[in-house]
């Protein structure tokens, strides 16, 4: 039986469809609304998982929506409002802050049921500030995307705890199989990254764009750190985009020739099959400087059966279960994470090989997509309940 009505149509509203995980969180929720039998939409700028969401069935309504500019968002605001009543939008859900607005004086306009997902932690060192992450909690009701996140709204907002709905972001459980994952893919992985078929180090996958608050630099401290007392047992491999941040890129190349370490850490630039990517690896890390407010690269691995080293803050607490699925480290302190890979080391084969399975059997459990899906369209059939 549907959770949702026959006509059901959604819009989300999102800055780009570029790559991350509130952009894969918006694909898999227009999949699953389009499974239900409904319609789903994607206001904004575009970027390239915009082909995905309009092959599972979905449409793209294309506009400047990462657009800080106010002129920009008052016209966002029109577009959108004209949109919702063209299309008879059932439920508005916005997902990043600068297009929250427009999305939100839409919705008030065409009076419409408004949802907001609080994504991330965002900091808050003044009242305006403050007042701009506040429009993520205007809505009917605010998603959550973990129970720090949910707890961080209700504390910093002021948010009445039963408009706050915790939903962790979910992993494709059909995508993320390891039986599924041919020995071809994960061969041309290794060879486009260049780590031979024989190299027995350990390969340690450090996943995210980047950006200096995802830890590469500090990793590549740590690494220095084992270097220096002869320890080359670790191939790092850093997979992921630097989006334009040419400075902080060769900042890593730099920090990679000073130490010596070009045998040891790979910059392997974007990667399209993450599944393989993790079977290429023996470990995961996730050494985020800041807590994570989900952090989908510390539950992607073990969804693959892989153990994770991941900085003890946010919701890492949460998705790893250390001595157990994987370990927590002291956020941003190289010589505790140089100790952790070491320790990673000494577990040996059979020990981390134990640690993935039990990460795999618990991630599978808690953070599947389709549980994050169901859970998502009970909000909005919630939403027209109440506005009903």
């Known amino acids: 039986m549907s959770i949702l009505p026959d ?42 998982m915009a082909a995905r969401l ?25 577009r959108l409002i004209d949109l919702i009543r063209r299309e008879k939008v059932s439920v508005v859900h916005a997902r990043s802050r600068a297009p929250a ?14 949802v907001a997902t609080y994504h991330g932690v965002y900091n808050a060192k003044t ?14 009701l605010v998603i959550a995307n973990s129970e720090y996140t949910r707890q961080h709204v209700i504390a910093e907002h002021g948010v009445a705890p039963e408009r706050v ?8 459980l059909a995508r993320f199989e390891p039986g599924l994952v041919s020995a071809e893919r994960v061969r041309a992985l290794r060879e ?31 690494m ?11 191939l790092l491999l850093l997979v992921g985009d630097d989006q334009g941040r040419k400075g902080y890129r060769a900042e890593l190349e730099h920090m990679i020739a000073q130490a010596g370490l070009q045998d040891s850490v790979l ?56 001595g157990e699925t994987g370990w927590l480290v002291a956020p941003g302190d190289p010589e505790a994470w140089a100790e952790a890979l070491n320790n990673a080391c000494e577990a040996g084969a059979a020990r981390r090989q134990a640690m993935g399975l039990a990460a795999r059997q618990r991630a599978r459990k808690l953070y599947s997509v389709d549980a994050m899906v169901e859970a998502t369209l009970k909000v909005y059939a919630r939403l027209l309940e109440t506005k009903s």
């Open 7 to 48: 006509d059901f149509t959604l819009l989300q509203v999102t800055p780009e469809l570029e790559t991350g995980g509130a952009e894969q969180t918006t694909i898999d929720v227009a999949h699953g609304v389009i499974a239900e039998g409904g319609r789903a939409f994607v206001a904004t700028r575009g970027g390239r």
């Open 54 to 78: 309009e092959a599972d069935g979905g449409r793209l309504a294309q506009m400047p929506a990462q657009s800080k500019n106010p002129l920009v968002m008052l016209g966002n605001a029109a």
């Open 101 to 114: 607005f427009s999305a939100l004086w839409a919705a008030h306009a065409t009076k419409t049921p408004f």
């Open 127 to 140: 009242n305006l500030k403050r007042w701009y992450n506040a429009v993520m909690t205007k809505g009917d």
């Open 165 to 172: 709905v915790a939903i962790p972001r979910g992993v494709d």
């Open 192 to 222: 486009a990254w260049g780590v031979p078929d024989d190299d027995r180090r350990l390969k340690v996958l450090l996943a995210g764009r980047l950006t200096r608050w995802k830890g590469q630099a500090m990793v590549i401290e740590a």
């Open 224 to 234: 220095a750190r084992l270097k220096a007392v002869n320890d080359q047992r670790i």
């Open 267 to 322: 910059l392997c630039g974007h990667c399209d099959d993450m599944p393989a990517a993790y079977l290429v690896a023996d470990l995961a890390i996730a050494p985020s400087l800041e807590p994570e407010a989900f952090g989908r690269t510390a539950v992607e691995p073990q969804v693959m059966g892989k153990p994770v080293i991941a900085a003890d803050h946010g919701a890492a607490r949460e998705t790893v279960a250390p």
